[in-house]
């Protein structure tokens, strides 16, 4: 198993940014790819960017491609996804997933809100 630990939402204005982190400790030897979903009221849960976590390749949704960045740090074992250019539909909570292939972890999720 691999446990996660989300931090950095919070209330924004539009055009602003936040960066959430993502912690991971446990089986991270076993993670394949740390994966950023999000789901707002309503809605159903989206995909936004995921990235190898040995190769560091990304891949991202064309919502957000271009304003959002995702990286990680293999030494601290802890994702990020960095948010510029913020928009009122980017409000949702975000979820960091721990890729295993066989499985995946999720962590608890954090609130991103974005309004004036």
């Known amino acids: 198993q691999v446990q996660l630990v989300e931090s950095g939402g919070g209330l924004v204005q539009p055009g602003g940014s936040l960066r959430l982190s993502c912690a991971a400790s446990?089986?991270?030897?076993?993670?394949?790819?740390m994966i950023w979903f999000r789901q707002a009221p309503g809605m159903e849960r989206e995909f936004v960017a995921r990235?190898?976590?040995?190769?560091?390749?990304?891949d991202y949704a064309d919502s957000v491609k271009g304003r959002f960045t995702i990286s990680r740090d293999n030494a601290k074992n802890t994702g990020y996804l960095q948010m510029n250019s913020l928009k009122p539909e980017d409000t949702a909570i975000y979820y960091c997933?721990?890729?295993?292939?066989?499985?995946?972890?999720w962590g608890q999720g954090t609130q991103v809100t974005v309004s004036s």
């Open positions: 997933v721990a890729d295993r292939g066989s499985s995946r972890n």
């Open positions: 446990g089986r991270t030897f076993q993670i394949i790819h």
């Open positions: 990235i190898s976590w040995s190769g560091g390749s990304t």
